[in-house]
């Protein structure tokens, strides 16, 4: 249905296993990662998810999200096209990118590390991370500023000898609350005085540095969403070698716009996968329950929400798979107007929809017993995360803009 | 600004008073609040809840809900619209109602059992609920069926000697987990043979009467409301004396029609409270953050947004106080449209504001640093509350087309 | 069931009166009003409204828009809540307002003059207004600068001897294609150098003026609203006596904000009575047409529309009776913010419900077999008339964070 | 940009020659052909555009819609996707399908022809339509009657010897009106005892033939759309030789059936062409009018309005594209589901993106002075044009749907 995208014979298989693994595997097991999270006193590894990484692996679903490949360290080449369509069957169960060693923030993390670290660094870092041994996260947001202007950032790192001393206050580090967890990437300011865009580094952080305190998980609307989390972090004049930082000083920024799109791309087609899980749930609680004589989906509320979800769940896919298109053949760059374009559409279509199919549930919808809920909380929350709708809404007009200024 | 409505100069009295007391006592201790209930376990007795009992007892804000009066059972003889005026200034805060025993559903129950109650349920039950010594909850909603259709209810209430045996199982009964909750009213059928609006009755049943089992604590987009809570209860075999019905077989109906209307003005103006609370913090947040040089509240979407919002809340608010009104001048049954108007007005109203305020506070505004993820939760449950949106806008056409229909 | 506003028992007989009047005969005057118009050319006397002109003022409905009273002006004394109450009922009819001289932009202009005119300005051109005799119209907004903010305008009124001099470009100057149109209140600056809102003047300047040419009219979404019209005219060069000027120079603005309230009042009620109309038109449409086997109306969708427009309309009814209300009560600067709500709500309400009737008629919705299509085009226009619906947000959204500028 | 769908290189150099053609050719007679309509009395022979139809000939765009050929009837052999590419390109001005022999309802009539004619029938009139010589009507709609469902019916189609007899009243034969109007494809019952899908007949009927009444044009939302016009037209006893059937008695459905989907595409195509227009006048006038000391386009919400009307249009072109992908590789009936979406997005994305730009360009935007007006008249129309959305919507949810039945 989608073939006029370029699409590879080896891609589609990957999707077929794909499929197939997660229907024999991944949706079986929601009920008891939920359980094992809740008796693991939610900060805790859970055995569900540890095996479903090995049998990933043995099926060779595994580090699909990394392109490149180097001795070592090899990724499946696959195009942003061809992984976003994996996104999408990811992200329709909220544990379906982990088994797959495929969940945020790694896969920017590991990216990072591949494209802008040394030798040392990904033998240290990306090496356990691509065995699906440790996690990361990524420190870079910050209570006190409006983040969606990174110019903003407080966090200092400053040069001290062989060293860098790192002193400010993270939070929305998802992630760290993991207690596989063991290091960070962590955004900061080298150098204040320098011009706007080369002020900031990125540099690596063990989580077990002196002076790295988790202060607290924050929740999403309620969600702890344990044991990954989102921890608000104090690093206290946090003291690492200086050849952990990333590519040089004042790269930063470089750093930081090199993986937004491709975490666009993922984002968007897992919301995508959320979207479609609730209209299939949708249409089939609308069969399944009846009301005033006649099953909920025949009545003329319910199929123009069916209708509506339909229409906008299409356009958001080819809007995202045109968007993966555009990266692969003109660049990341040339691109910048699609990025920004799904992460508009992307996250209020999926909150649009789930929100339709809680209705379709009545009180049901809103507890613990469907997906739904969760998905609501998560789907709300993609308008937020990198940055507020408005911030690109910004973006995009300034770009179609561009053309009527003399 | 109100004034064109009839408000006694003893309501403008306890409006003053009230306003005074929520800012002096009740959101100081929001936080205090949350925390007690943490410490506590959660299904915990929150000592600062006491406390604020006391003192609203002792300022003369207590049971303002009720509006009759009987030697023993003092209301205070506010009007509807006197009383949704309150409800406002109460529904700022979600402890907000407790400290002056009006929240739900035991302002309902207790209006219920002074209504149709007879001497000895009142001295039993009404007795220590308007005492503030115990609470109650509401057993209606079902599981399997769909509730917005109150003939679908399966829970049987079967006549068996002196006693009446119960046997269902119910959900959404709020406030059963709460540690001082002792009494339930059930609905259920008495004669699932009768004509179908005389088979429901109304039963009160004491929560340690033997098979009532409370399974589970329901959660609202992942917030489970301690102590308070959502329960699924199982009644299996629970015998009852006979005297325990409310009113008498076939009339639960009947007792559920009456309630409906002042509950609706109630849950719709605590909404507006929400949502002016809302409004307040995207004002406040949108003047304190800065980004791009210059404070959110500048920008041109909040300024939109503010103003959308200010039409909307006091668009809601003349319609509740004028449905109030109503009820006030003409009675519930004459006003039955604009009950349902304000249902799904006030619901979808305090979503979009709440909304709105979220995106204005970024990443802050889904955590639980500010009211406002919590306020989401519930302002997106309130379309579903009491029967979705859908069911309440048929209930207006149909009502409407009546005058077409020759 | 609007009686919690004050609403004298003479202004209720009038309301009586005024229901029957427009059954009676505006109603069944509208396609004899849209033939003689045709057959006279569009630009033309209509004989059919000289006859409701004569029968309206017969029955004692006329100039029911004039609060004041003067000796020789008798006006009617009623307040904003009770005008407006009328304008909803006349606003029903595209035609429903000129039968009893009250139709825009007369009423503001006779209100301009009364109030801020001399004896002689009374005398000449009050008298025969408020007699129906001519019709007048309000020269204000330019085309070649964003009229919504008024120190734009480049009209030019220039002290030359006893005399003004005025040169400038109008357009949308609505009534001045009429053939009895026989006077101008002009709007142009006196003093460019003086403060801001001190420059400004307004003046009467009669059509038959040297130097006035009426450009072309202009239509409103295809449509020419002959034969009252909305014309371009330019003023090249036209010479008035000085003491033409009204309440003096640089009081333009003063006496522009005066107007403003009132106006807003009419406009709003008067959308009010459209989406009446198209509710009606909704609900006998959807009664009266089967599809599929069953009535249009019983359709879920068609539910929805109908219970949707019915809760607009009647927030915004409440709303403007209320902004009303305060106006009366406190005043129109003090109900600023009101007056600025009622603006975006009214318009925005009426284009949605009219929308919806439309949808539900089907192609003859929007062709001329039903007044929809011109109400379609007038409700689109209420977004821009007066200053487009972004300028009111921004005014709301300014008052609104007053309170937030320490 | 979209070269991911196959578009041959003829495809892309016609698509170079047109957007060529139109700016030097048909957006500089646009004004020139408004006033020759109106000098010519409306319902005349425009020079331009005849002038128009000779150079576009003479430049090899003729009749690109036609996919197929036969000797003396060729095609340009385009594909779905080439031709609805090309359609948006005509669509962005009101003139601009004509000039290339490729407005409707010619093509879908044109097609009809091709497809289900005889050869005599093609003699006589396809020849001079594909020579663009005379234009033609399509007679479906009836007024008494719900249209989008075509069981509904009246016009009876008599055999009568070896002739039919036609009876029944039509409107919305857009184009009837022409001078150069002078075929109608008429759809009426031939047998209104067989099964539903086989008592339509479609038959041609010269426009001269006696008993056939032009009654009136009809307008849409005060537009007549002079000298194409949509006519209804009286049959009153019109008798035509038997052999003026087209395909056979019973065949009116499957016919009716088979032009749909193209002429959805073509449709929704040059609704987006609209689209695009409007967001290109939205930024221009954005950047050339200057409100409160900024350019309106620098304002918050005008920026919001770009950005949502650039992700809406995007998406609308992606999934008709895709669309006419589905019919080009398999086949109309399996895309049914598309061409449903479309015919519901297109139409209500090109309302809010011209809504939006007449917003922007205030009072201007509604008059005759841009092309603005005039196409959010047409655009509210398309919702209704070819069954209401509400249609399509139950279309698509029940295709939806048809997964989750037994």
Excluded at 74 to 87: K, R
Excluded at 144 to 155: F, G, M
Excluded at 334 to 346: C, H, L, P
Excluded at 366 to 371: A, H, M, R, S
Aim: net charge neutral.
């Amino acid at each position: 249905m989608y073939d006029h995208f370029p699409i590879s014979d080896r891609a589609k298989e990957l999707r077929e296993k794909l499929i197939a693994f997660m229907d024999a595997h991944v949706f079986p097991a929601e009920a008891t990662y939920a359980e094992q999270v809740e008796a693991g006193g939610r900060w805790c590894v859970v055995p569900v998810m540890e095996e479903l990484k090995e049998k990933a692996r043995a099926a060779g679903l595994w580090n699909m999200f990394l392109p490149h490949s180097k001795p070592g360290y090899e990724g499946m080449g696959l195009s942003n096209v061809e992984y976003g369509m994996l996104c999408e069957l990811m992200g329709r169960s909220s544990i379906g990118s982990e088994p797959f060693n495929c969940s945020a923030p790694d896969t920017g993390n590991m990216e990072t590390i591949f494209l802008y670290g040394d030798d040392a660094q990904r033998e240290a870092w990306l090496k356990p991370l691509m065995a699906g041994e440790i996690r990361s996260c990524f420190s870079m947001t910050e209570p006190e500023v409006a983040s969606s202007d990174a110019t903003n950032i407080q966090t200092e790192i400053r040069r001290d000898g062989d060293d860098y001393v790192i002193n400010g206050r993270k939070w929305w580090s998802s992630g760290a609350m993991d207690p596989r967890c063991k290091i960070a990437i962590v955004m900061g300011k080298t150098d204040p005085t320098a011009e706007k865009h080369r002020q900031q580094s990125m540099i690596l952080v063990p989580l077990d540095t002196p002076g790295v305190t988790v202060v607290r998980p924050l929740k999403v609307i309620g969600y702890d969403h344990a044991p990954h989390g989102h921890a608000e972090i104090i690093y206290d004049n946090v003291r690492v070698p200086a050849s952990n930082i990333l590519l040089g000083e004042g790269r930063g920024f470089e750093i930081a716009q090199g993986r937004l799109g491709p975490g666009r791309i993922h984002h968007c087609m897992r919301s995508i996968g959320q979207a479609e899980r609730a209209l299939q749930a949708m249409c089939e609680r609308g069969m399944a329950r009846t009301a005033f004589g006649k099953p909920i989906a025949d009545m003329g509320v319910t199929k123009h929400w069916i209708a509506e979800s339909r229409c906008e769940i299409e356009q958001a896919r080819l809007l995202t798979m045109h968007a993966a298109y555009m990266m692969d053949t003109v660049g990341n760059k040339a691109a910048r107007k699609e990025i920004a374009m799904i992460k508009v559409v992307g996250a209020n279509m999926v909150q649009r929809v789930v929100d339709r199919a809680m209705q379709v549930h009545g009180a049901q919808g809103v507890c613990q017993d469907t997906f739904l809920a969760g998905a609501f909380a998560n789907a709300r929350t993609m308008r937020l995360v990198d940055g507020p709708d408005e911030v690109h809404r910004e973006t995009i007009a300034k770009l179609e803009l561009k053309a009527y200024r003399n």
